[in-house]
């Protein structure tokens, strides 16, 4: 199975169009001298208020980085207040668990880690989606050894198994919990009615979604949804794929293996046609002396206080300019401007092909 079918077999996201959505102001629980902490939700989950997301060290955006220098920029992370880091079985697969357990065991504990299952693995393959309640104690083990840890902070399904009720999958990591092996129960792309169910039998510490500038459907039903039942929001792909970094237009061109070659949103024509946003971005990042990427952040951080995003990268100067993006506050002016601007943008380009968007709000 070569790189695309593998991603197509995970990567299962709904389109989004711009929506209507009232921002609130961002509020911090301030620890000294570091990233400022966000609960997720009532769970009593504390983290800092940028994660990172790691599946691209190793995972999706080929070419891949040299592992060394993935692990010295974890630990730059940690550094700067980062303790929030996203990884999952089927990232390589394996390696990625593997490699944030690496850089992270001597940190861990001051970190969260949280990773995710939901798929069968063949021969180092994803071979379709798995939440039998075998298949998760099978995939809670092997994350538990290759992140070299006693437990697991947050464990999500990965994506919801229409073949599986969602009972039964929160009912096992409730056990899990129970036993010790896991902290808080998260769940990836699900609808509302699927995490009312689950909710139900286990408290939700997360939902992890997409959700972004370009990417608002989140706001009409889920955030909602959520802040009633008391979850927290892990948006993940936040600046939107690299799109809003202001660094693309319609000549950009992805290496081979990189899956945004697959995507609807990343053709030449949908690049083109998208670059409003990114001009919107650009005016209010000159005024406020920062950069397309952090206002996009910023912007995220200030919709409500129990969201926290996962921006991923592989650079350095790129993490810095990421967490830079905490230290910046967008006025009640600078926020009704955004949100003015965006009523009159058109998004151009589904997400992801269609056969993929069709799989998931379950």
């Known amino acids: 199975m070569n790189f695309v079918s593998s991603y197509l077999l995970f990567a299962c996201f709904r389109f989004s169009n711009q929506r209507n959505f009232v921002p609130h102001f961002k509020t911090f629980i ?6 400022p902490i966000r609960k997720l939700g009532k769970s009593g989950l504390e983290v800092s208020a940028l994660g990172l997301g790691c599946m691209g060290m190793s995972f999706s955006y080929y070419p891949f980085p040299e592992k060394k220098d993935m692990i010295a920029l974890m630990h730059r992370a940690v550094e700067k207040g980062v303790n929030f880091f996203d990884t999952a079985e089927v990232y390589g697969p394996y390696v990625n668990e593997e490699l944030v357990g690496e850089a992270l065991a001597p940190f861990r ?7 995710k299952f939901g798929f069968n693995i063949q021969n180092g393959k994803m071979a379709g989606i798995n939440s039998r309640p075998d298949n998760i104690r099978r995939a809670v083990e092997g994350s538990l050894k290759r992140l070299r840890t006693d437990v697991i902070d947050l464990l999500y399904q990965h994506r919801v198994d229409p073949n599986v009720p969602i009972e039964d999958v929160a009912g096992t990591v409730k056990d899990l919990i ?7 129960f998260g769940l990836s792309e699900a ?6 169910r689950a909710h139900d039998v286990q408290p939700v510490a997360a939902l992890q979604s997409e959700y972004s500038l370009w990417t608002r459907t989140p706001e009409e039903v889920i955030i909602p949804t959520l802040e009633e039942l008391g979850i927290g929001f892990v948006p993940f792909s936040p600046l939107g794929k690299g799109f809003l970094t202001g660094k693309m237009n319609e000549n950009t061109k992805f290496e081979s293996g990189d899956f945004r070659n697959i995507l609807p949103r990343f053709t030449t024509d949908a690049l083109k046609a998208n670059q409003g946003l990114i001009d919107l971005l650009g005016k209010i990042a000159r005024e406020k002396n920062a950069t397309p990427a952090q206002i996009a952040l910023t912007w995220l951080l200030a919709q409500k206080p129990w969201i926290v995003p996962i921006p ?8 810095e300019e990421n967490i830079g993006a905490a230290d910046i506050t967008l006025t009640s002016a600078e926020l009704g401007e955004i949100h003015s601007a965006l009523e009159k943008i058109k998004v151009v380009g589904n997400r992801y092909p269609e056969e993929l968007e069709r799989t998931t709000g379950l």
């Not at 301030?30 to 990233?35: H, S």
């Not at 504990?109 to 990773?115: P, Q």
């Not at 609808?191 to 009312?196: E, H, N, S, V």
């Open 178 to 184: 129970k036993e010790g092996k896991v902290k808080h």
């Open 109 to 115: 504990n001051k970190v969260v880690i949280a990773t």
């Open 30 to 35: 301030m620890e000294p001298g570091k990233m």
């Open 191 to 196: 609808g509302a009615k699927t995490i009312r």
């Open 312 to 319: 991923g990268t592989t650079k350095l100067h790129r993490l």
